[in-house]
Antibody
């Protein structure tokens, strides 16, 4: 069973950069039609898709976050990463890494990490 | 403001049936398959329904999905207290080129 684990600082200062890494185990990242996603959930609120990366390096971002977000992948380490620049309190959330199957009209998140809480505060 | 619209909450008694609606537009639900996710308190979401009405292995047939035009519906029969959770619909939006979710619906089993 594929396992995803987020890691990174739980506290980030306002205006600085949030950086998280997701480590994938018990499965290959080089699988066609599967994308590697970051999704976040502010406390008490709903889910927000941040973006996806394919094993080839192609990226797809939420238009509302595109200017501040970078997702990268290192398949040799079975990891993909998230960077969010110039964070504010509004970026405080549980951050999930996930695996999405996308083909034609289908897009579903089959696997989720347990999530990591990131708080933006000085 | 979510792209997909869900009722904030629904409730029903144990053993009863409940439905949760998800309304969108021609650029999302009207042109792509819908998935449903269950998020139990304090846990990560879990895929419940994919491709409008298919269940992943291990999901009981008490859970069902349907779609008509630009709206989708999740149905849960034989409600159990363990079904108390937040439920989210999700799909791809072809105009935004983004995965979009509903705002979530909190199910209370009275």
């Amino acid at each position: 069973q594929l396992h995803l684990q987020e890691s990174g600082p739980g506290l980030v200062n306002p205006s600085e950069t949030l950086s998280l890494t997701c480590t994938v185990s018990s499965g290959s990242m080089n699988t066609a039609l599967y994308y590697w996603d970051w999704i976040r959930q502010p406390p008490g609120k709903g889910l927000e898709w941040i973006g996806s990366i394919y094993y080839s390096g192609s990226t797809y971002y939420n238009p509302s976050l595109r200017s501040r977000v970078t997702i990268s992948v290192d398949t040799s380490k079975s990891q993909f990463s998230l960077r969010v620049d110039s964070v504010t309190a509004a970026d405080t959330a549980m951050y999930y890494c996930a695996r999405q199957f996308r083909s034609g009209a289908t897009s579903s998140i089959y696997n989720w990490g347990q999530g990591t809480l990131v708080t933006v505060s000085s | 403001q979510s792209v997909l619209t869900q009722p904030p909450s629904v409730s029903a008694a144990p053993g009863q049936k409940v439905t949760i609606s998800c309304s969108g537009s021609t650029s999302n639900i009207g042109s792509a398959y819908v998935s449903w996710y269950q998020q139990l308190p304090g846990t990560a979401p879990k895929l419940l329904i994919y491709d409008d009405n298919k269940r992943p292995s291990g999901i009981p047939d008490r859970f069902s999905g349907s779609k008509s035009d630009t709206s989708a519906t999740l149905g849960i029969t034989g409600l159990q207290t363990g079904d108390e959770a937040d439920y989210y619909c999700g799909t791809w939006d072809t105009t935004l080129s983004a995965l979009v979710f509903g705002g979530g619906t909190k199910l209370t089993v009275l």
